[in-house]
């Protein structure tokens, strides 16, 4: 399985971005796909997840209402719309499938595949 994050860039504070991560190779039943953020000197945070199946979706809370999950079946693709940016969503975003959505979307311990990152950076 690979994973390839694409969407990140450098912008100001209010503005929106939208990160997509593009899923190849085995497929399975009932996974996940989560976003997951770093920031040096921080710990790896989980920021939104989606099933693929049923639809469901969990977000950290500091990013509801500005983030938006969602997925394109046909291009096994999963997006991360990001709007009304803030400073402290600067981060190197990953994205990660979990082959069995059943235990905590938002441990990164569930996930069994990682994509390489991609830079957000949001500047005032």
């Known amino acids: 399985v690979q994973l390839q994050a694409s969407g990140g860039g450098s912008v100001q504070t209010g503005d929106s971005l939208r990160l997509s991560c593009v899923v190849s190779?085995?497929?399975?039943?009932?996974?996940?796909l989560g976003w997951f953020r770093h920031t040096p000197g921080k710990e790896r945070e989980f920021v939104a997840a989606?099933?693929?199946?049923?639809?469901?979706?969990e977000y950290i809370d500091s990013v509801k209402g500005r983030f938006t999950i969602s997925r394109d079946n046909a291009k096994n693709t999963v997006y991360l719309q990001m709007n009304s940016l803030k400073s402290e969503d600067t981060a190197i975003y990953y994205c990660?499938?979990?082959?069995?959505?059943?235990?905590?979307?938002?441990?990164?311990?569930?996930?069994?595949?990682w994509g390489q990152g991609t830079q957000v950076t949001v500047s005032s």
């Open positions: 990660a499938l979990d082959r069995v959505a059943w235990g905590s979307l938002r441990e990164s311990s569930e996930y069994d595949y």
């Open positions: 190779g085995r497929t399975y039943s009932d996974p996940a």
């Open positions: 989606i099933v693929w199946r049923g639809g469901s979706t």
